[in-house]
């Protein structure tokens, strides 16, 4: 146990379907992020927030929606995916999320998406 | 940008020491990283080194970074069948790209009895 907790750990959906990814954080941190792992391809970075404001948006669809309550949630909200979008989705945590010392990530253990 | 790269996949034999090796482009790139992730897990800090240092040793883990030629590595002595799992490379450049961390692809480390 991380200390970083996602659900659910997988989930399987349609196309057309509507759901959620949550993440939550007993840590105290301050950044919360979203990363996809594809198979044998680099870890991308898709959302970060800091002190519950979004800092980071790397040109993912709008079919992907983050939300961030307060500093220990953080959803992924999922909407008119395409088989593509099947990945293990990571969320991690930090504290700091600034420029200074080493930023060190904590990950949940991810949630398995498959998109029919 | 930074780019991190990795090889895909090592294969050693129990007790040997096994070698992981990353290389990256950005040499403004302040903290590098070392995370293992195990089957079905997400990543878990091994290790950092700060970029003014050139060896960090931590019981049967050794970073080594090479700054001139961007390399870093990871040497794991005594590999046991327990550290089978993906190893990924990352870094950190504080003055550019916001100073988030970017991923290599990762290695997977088999260990055979």
């Known amino acids: 146990e991380t200390g970083v907790t996602q659900t659910p750990r997988h989930l399987v959906m349609g196309m057309t379907n509507k759901k959620s990814l949550k993440c939550e954080q007993h840590?105290?941190?301050?950044?919360m992020y979203w990363y996809k792992q594809s198979a044998k391809k680099p870890l991308e970075l898709m959302f970060v927030?800091?002190?519950?404001?979004?800092?980071e948006n790397n040109s993912v669809p709008s079919r992907f929606s983050p939300e961030c309550p307060n500093s220990s949630h953080l959803f992924l909200h999922l909407h008119t995916l395409q088989p593509e979008d099947s990945a293990l989705y990571l969320c991690?945590?930090?504290?700091?999320?600034?420029?200074?010392?080493?930023?060190?990530?904590?990950f949940g253990a991810g949630s398995r998406l498959t998109v029919l | 940008g930074e780019d991190v790269e990795q090889s895909l996949f090592l294969s050693v034999r129990e007790g040997d020491s096994s070698v992981i090796n990353c290389t990256y482009t950005d040499s403004s790139s302040t903290y590098l990283y070392w995370y293992k992730q195990e089957p079905g897990a997400g990543l878990q800090l091994l290790t950092y080194i700060f970029s003014n240092m050139d060896m960090k040793q931590d019981q049967r883990l050794t970073v080594l970074l090479n700054k001139k030629d961007k390399h870093l590595s990871l040497r794991i002595a005594d590999t046991q069948t327990g550290d089978s799992a993906i190893y990924f490379c990352a870094a950190r450049a504080i003055y550019n790209q916001g100073g988030k961390l970017i991923f290599g692809q990762g290695t997977e480390l088999s260990v055979k009895p």
């Open positions: 840590l105290g941190h301050n950044a």
């Open positions: 991690a945590s930090s504290q700091g999320g600034g420029l200074a010392g080493a930023n060190v990530l904590t």
């Open positions: 927030y800091s002190l519950e404001e979004r800092v």
